[in-house]
């Protein structure tokens, strides 16, 4: 039995901890399966860490 891979929007939202807390888990246990995804967040993760939010001055 193999779960559907999330869409990175999933994947996006999981990283932002935005899902529901049932959903996460989803993606969380997901994550521990496979490796494509693990490496699509690692990704994710980096290339966020590369480009800081834009920090909002008011
Ligand atoms: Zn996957």
Known sequence: ?????????????????????ERQAEVESHLITCRICREVLALAIKSKTLVPDPVITK
């Open 1 to 21: 039995m193999r779960d559907p891979c999330p869409e990175d929007e999933a994947l996006g939202a999981y990283m932002d901890h935005v899902l529901s807390p």
